[in-house]
């Protein structure tokens, strides 16, 4: 059942070098599940890293890492929810990163409650547009004239479940996903002209720290985190617009 659903997904280790090795990557989200499976691969395949989110310690600990193998790589450790830390980021990082050649925008939440039991809870609402919405966007503003300079792309770890018909629980978490696949829709359209790509990956389920709280989640048939950076990956090689299962209609 699993492989029917889910068919295996690898990359191999030269691919990835030929395509990343000494190339700026921003990794958003990069500390936990599929950010971090991704910076394992982006580091054995060489690249130039900025890691990006919370765990400062986890940061700094995959950074030492890829500085062993070779790799420059530096961290942020911020809250992409908080408006100014996040300014402050953008602002740093048009000056520090002349050239960027993929920005992953990976870091999310997800929250699944009734919009009925939401009553005292906007900051729900506020925190997944914030991190889910925003920081792409905001991400995408400050590194354009970078992405611009090395004809780079902009891939984004969308969900399948935002392609589905609406679903009760999960209208914060969805309403700032299908925001974002919009965005990145306009964005594709109007980037082409300066050479850089935008991408989206509607990933289905993946077996993470996010979506292991769940318990039937956690029993089902899903990817990797590795699995799902292959994904990420292969979606950043290829010309297509968007990964999504063969079973997404
Ligand atoms: N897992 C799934 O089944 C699944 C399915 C479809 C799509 N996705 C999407 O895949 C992406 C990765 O999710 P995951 O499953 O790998 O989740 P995860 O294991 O919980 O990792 C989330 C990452 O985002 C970072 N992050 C969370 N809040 C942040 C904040 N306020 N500021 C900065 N960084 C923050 C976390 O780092 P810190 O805690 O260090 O900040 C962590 O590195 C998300 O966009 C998610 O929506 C996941």
């Known amino acids: 059942m699993k492989y029917i659903i889910y068919p295996p997904k690898s990359v ?6 030929a395509r990343f090795a000494g190339r700026w990557v ?71 990163l002349p ?34 919405y925003r920081s792409l966007v905001a991400l995408s503003l400050a590194l354009m004239p970078s992405l611009r300079n090395a004809q780079g792309r902009i891939v984004y770890t969308s969900s399948v479940s935002s392609r589905y018909p609406f679903v009760p629980g999960w209208s914060a978490y969805h309403s700032s996903k299908c925001a974002a696949n919009v965005w990145c829709r306009t964005a594709r359209k109007e980037y082409k002209s300066l050479g850089v790509k935008v991408q989206v990956a509607y990933m289905p389920l993946v077996h993470t720290p996010m979506s292991d709280v769940n318990e039937t989640y956690k029993r089902m048939p899903a990817y990797s985190a590795d699995e799902a950076a292959c994904v990420l990956l ?3 090689m ?10 997404a209609i």
């Open 12 to 17: 191999g280790e030269a691919k990835l070098k």
């Open 26 to 96: 921003v990794v958003t989200g990069a500390t936990s599940g599929v950010g971090e499976a991704l910076t394992l691969r982006l580091i054995q395949a060489q690249a130039n890293l900025l890691l990006i989110a919370r765990n400062e310690a986890r940061l700094q600990a995959l950074c030492a890492q890829a500085a062993s193998n070779g790799c420059q790589a530096r961290y942020r450790a911020i809250d992409l929810r908080q408006r100014e830390q996040l300014d402050a980021l953008c602002a740093e990082l048009r000056e520090e």
């Open 99 to 132: 050239q960027v050649s993929y920005l992953f925008c990976n870091a999310g939440k997800s929250i699944k409650r009734s919009i009925s039991d939401s009553i005292d809870r906007m900051h729900d609402f506020e925190r997944t547009m914030d991190l889910n």
């Open 234 to 236: 292969r979606l950043a």
């Open 238 to 247: 290829s010309e297509k617009f968007c990964y999504k299962p063969w079973w």
